[in-house]
Structure formats: structure tokens, C-alpha cells
């Protein structure tokens, strides 16, 4: 019972903030959104600003609240350090061990929308981490991608002018089409790049 009221305390919050910035983004990025999120499953989208977490957070509405993946440090900026303790699990990424694990499978349990930027960083070039296959196949989740297209510099430059921006959601899929053609003696490395680097390419194909 505790943990399910703390749950819908931060239901709560999280719709009151997500109806808060609505205004606020639509009208800076004149927003759009094509597809409609899967009942249930894992969030995907490349990682290129802070802006892509409201700009997900929007598209979704305030009544589909998305349990983000944040890394620890986060936690070191004091704009984004109330926001992540109270809607996203915070994990060691570079020390990623048993208490992170446990904490982020108990989270991602009771979500129904968990997000993660498979490649974790907006830095540019950044390949993508397996992370997410091994969540989807942990929890047996699909894949819901989402790719924000944005119609000029992104992340805005200079900060005062704003693109057009789109949100796609694309059709859910899961590890196992992902995985349809690949041999099934690959090195288990070998195999969560491969599945790592189609999933970022059918989520930039939206």
C-alpha cells in the first residue's frame, strides 16, 4: 500500500507538471505528433538535448507518465535533481552494479511507459548501448520508438530561436524481431551490439 500511494503521488505530480508545460512547449517548438503511444513498453528515442525528456513528457500527455532512465550524475544539478528523484530511476552508469539492477527492474515493473536514450548522452557520435535489449528481454516489454524531428538547429541555436519540432511514435516491436535474421551461435557481445545498433536504426527510419 505504500508504494502504491507513493505512485500515485507522483502520478499525480507528474500530470500536474507534464499540463503545466504543455503551453510552454507547444508554443516554443510549435509541436506536433504523429502515432499514438502502445499501452505498454519500453520508450526509445535518440538522445541530442535536455529538451528531448519534456519534449517526450508532452507528447505522451500528462496521463501516460514515462519512468525515465537517469544516469547518478544528474543528481549534481540542482535544476534537474528534484525532477529526477521524483520521476526517474537513477542508476551508476559507469558503475553499474546489483543495487542499480534490482532498483531499476522494481521501477520498471510497476511503470507501464519506461524511457531510455539508448545511446545514455546527447554527446554527438555516441553509439548505443545494450542496455535497453536487456530490459526488453528482462521484462518482456516491446519497444516503442519515438524520433523527435526537428526543423532546424536542435538543440536551438541561438538559445532564444526555437525549430518546428515532430514527434513520431512508430509501431511497437520486440527483441525477437529485432533478433529475426541473426545467427543464433553469435557471441552474446557480439549479438547485444548488433541488436543495439538495428534498434537505433529503426527508430531513426520513423
Avoid at 502502445?38 to 525528456?53: L, M
Avoid at 523527435?148 to 538543440?155: D, E, L, R, S
Wanted: aromatic content about 12%; hydrophobic content about 50%; glycine content about 6%.
Amino acid at each position: 500500500m505504500h508504494v502504491w500511494l507513493i505512485e500515485r503521488v507522483r502520478d499525480f505530480l507528474y500530470a500536474i507538471l507534464v499540463a503545466l508545460a504543455t503551453p510552454v512547449v507547444w508554443g516554443l517548438f510549435r509541436l506536433s505528433v504523429r502515432g499514438k503511444p502502445f499501452p505498454r513498453g519500453i520508450v526509445v528515442a535518440p538522445h541530442r538535448s535536455y529538451w528531448d525528456i519534456p519534449i517526450l513528457c508532452v507528447a505522451f500527455g500528462p496521463f501516460r507518465r514515462i519512468v525515465f532512465l537517469a544516469r547518478h550524475g544528474l543528481l549534481r544539478n540542482p535544476a534537474f535533481a528534484p525532477f529526477v528523484w521524483g520521476f526517474a530511476v537513477v542508476i551508476n552508469r559507469e558503475d553499474f552494479g546489483v543495487k542499480d539492477f534490482r532498483k531499476s527492474m522494481a521501477a520498471a515493473r510497476r511503470a507501464r511507459w519506461l524511457g531510455i536514450f539508448p545511446e545514455g548522452t546527447t554527446r554527438p557520435g555516441a553509439k548505443p548501448k545494450p542496455g535497453a535489449i536487456r530490459f526488453a528481454e528482462l521484462l518482456n516489454l516491446p519497444f516503442i520508438p519515438v524520433r523527435i524531428v526537428a526543423h532546424g538547429p536542435y538543440p536551438p541555436r541561438p538559445r532564444w530561436r526555437f525549430p518546428k519540432v515532430e514527434v513520431r511514435i512508430g509501431a511497437p516491436f520486440t527483441v525477437e524481431e529485432l533478433a529475426r535474421d541473426l545467427p543464433p551461435d553469435l557471441p552474446k557481445a557480439e549479438r547485444y551490439r548488433l541488436l543495439s545498433q538495428r534498434l537505433m536504426d529503426r527508430i531513426l527510419s520513423l
